[in-house]
């Protein structure tokens, strides 16, 4: 995105005026450049799904031990737990990812766990994080459990065995859980079939899409015949691929899943909302698809399959989402260090899926500890990235259904609308790195404002394991006079305007 003109100001500073409501003239030798939003309460995009705002770990090199869970003293950390909770997420999605294509589930159950060698990622497995213990971590957090089953090394037997070990009552592997100590059944709803099967370069078996559709419906009729009520995600890739997989799998496809990764071009932190612009345009491009080649209603499913079709619209699972800059630590310098920057593109995802909530069923953004994560971990503390903040402040904040909001006057800014029915959210992040906006708000609402603002220094600042005791991000909440008609968003701002309608 071009940057605006840097302003400059006269007996104010820019931080000063950063986010300053505007009832009358303030001297200035330049006004900020001005915006219009327009909210149309009456359009409604569609019923946001919770489940957007779900988190995902993998076995991947610190993500889960020396990230969630503390090896050593066989508990979960504390201090992350305590962050993730602060999170809220949903939903949360395990064990991988592309680990899936090597993971056994039964290595992780029970008193005599082997270690394995990781095969994807590298290092061994001790197998002390296993489906009891996601489970358990889950529920902590109050999130729903996501497991993704393994398509390549393992069958569909297994994935069945899977399911009834966590969601049945009786049987033979319900009947382990029970041993473990797990007397009541998990009711486990979401599972996905597999991750990324068109990789040809990962260790799979299945790129071709015919050969995942022949799988799919194998797994999935022993999978729904030991449990009818779970939800499918069906691997999805590109429009060829997701063509075939729609048209085949469409009576037993719950969701088609999407991944997106943004970037930037070195040196240009800018291009990262080009790149995030690319990933909407996805969304749209598989939305459309989605609608030319599924019914909203299946109809004719067999008797003889034994348990129902899908019950509902396919809808799009963004099961692995994020910002995925090159030059970070770690296993495949994945330990990503985030600056405000990626922060103010985190806040455009999130109006992204509100715009696009008719169509987006789920989300989870990849991953949640140290492997390009909104909380990193050293052996001693932990600490909040930057992106963290915005992850926090819209699913606190953000109604529950889409309303169309239309924007003029500025390229920097993006914006998305959601209520409750009594309370009109506005969120709008300003992208430009050093011109504050004023934004002339068209919205039929009976109170006050109030401003949640997030911000930080500069774009480029970033919290560290260095200094985990400084925070960059501010947050402040105010306000706005009765008689505000206008707003202005800070240079790098990030602001969910909230008023009763």
């Not at 909407?280 to 698809?289: D, F, H, L, S």
């Not at 970070?328 to 992204?352: C, Q, R």
């Not at 993006?414 to 029915?421: K, R």
């Not at 500069?458 to 009765?482: E, F, I």
Request: with cysteine; glycine share 8%.
């Amino acid at each position: 995105m071009p940057h605006q003109p840097r302003r400059q100001f006269i007996g104010l500073s820019t931080s000063a005026l950063a986010g300053a409501l505007v009832p009358g003239p303030v001297k200035r030798l330049f006004a900020p450049p001005t915006a219009e939003i327009t909210v149309h309460l009456t359009q409604s995009l569609g019923e946001i799904a919770p489940t957007i705002y779900g988190q995902f770990i993998e076995h991947l090199g610190r993500a889960i031990y020396g990230g969630i869970y503390d090896e050593q003293h066989r508990q979960f950390r504390p201090d992350v737990l305590e962050k993730v909770q602060r999170l809220r997420p949903p939903l949360l999605r395990y064990p991988g990812g592309t680990v899936t294509k090597i993971y056994h589930w039964k290595d992780g159950v029970g008193q005599n766990r082997p270690v394995r060698k990781n095969l994807i990622w590298g290092g061994y497995d001790t197998n002390q994080v296993g489906t009891d213990e996601f489970v358990q971590y889950a529920r902590l957090l109050g999130a729903a459990p996501f497991l993704t089953v393994n398509m390549s090394t393992g069958t569909a037997e297994e994935a069945a065995d899977w399911v009834e070990y966590c969601n049945a009552t009786q049987g033979y592997y319900a009947a382990q859980r029970q041993a473990n100590g797990h007397a009541a059944p998990y009711q486990v709803k979401y599972w996905g079939l597999g991750n990324e099967e068109a990789a040809k370069e990962d260790a799979g078996r299945l790129q071709d899409p015919r050969d995942y559709v022949k799988q799919a419906w194998y797994y999935a009729k022993l999978m729904k015949l030991q449990d009818p009520t779970i939800q499918l995600i069906m691997v999805g890739d590109k429009p060829d691929w997701n063509q075939q997989i729609l048209q085949e799998l469409h009576p037993i496809c719950d969701y088609i899943s999407l991944h997106l990764y943004a970037n930037s071009k070195p040196g240009d932190p800018a291009s990262l909302f080009a790149s995030i612009a690319e990933m909407e345009v996805a969304i749209k491009t598989t939305a459309a698809q989605i609608k030319a080649l599924t019914p909203e209603r299946v109809t004719g499913f067999s008797k003889w399959y034994r348990f129902p079709s899908r019950q509902q619209p396919v809808k799009i699972a963004l099961d692995e989402w994020g910002i995925w800059e090159n030059g970070g630590k770690g296993a495949y310098d994945l330990e990503v260090d985030y600056t405000w920057n990626h922060a103010l593109g985190v806040a455009t995802f999130l109006n992204i899926f509100q715009r696009n909530a008719a169509v987006i069923g789920l989300a989870t953004w990849a991953q949640t500890v140290n492997v390009l994560a909104p909380i990193m971990t050293n052996e001693t503390t932990s600490i909040c990235q930057t992106i963290y903040y915005p992850m926090e402040l819209y699913r606190r904040l953000c109604g529950p259904r889409s309303v169309a909001a239309t924007t003029t006057g500025a390229a920097t800014l993006d914006v998305s609308a959601s209520t409750d029915g009594k309370t009109l959210t506005l969120a709008i992040v300003n992208r430009d790195s050093t011109a504050a906006i004023t934004v002339k708000i068209n919205a039929k609402v009976a109170g006050r404002w109030i401003a949640h603002e997030l911000n930080a220094p500069s774009v480029a600042a970033m919290n560290t394991l260095q200094a985990p005791d400084t925070n960059v991000v501010s947050y402040k909440q105010r306000t706005l006079l009765a008689s505000a008609t206008t707003y202005t968003v800070a240079a790098h701002g990030i602001t969910l305007l909230q008023a009763a309608l």
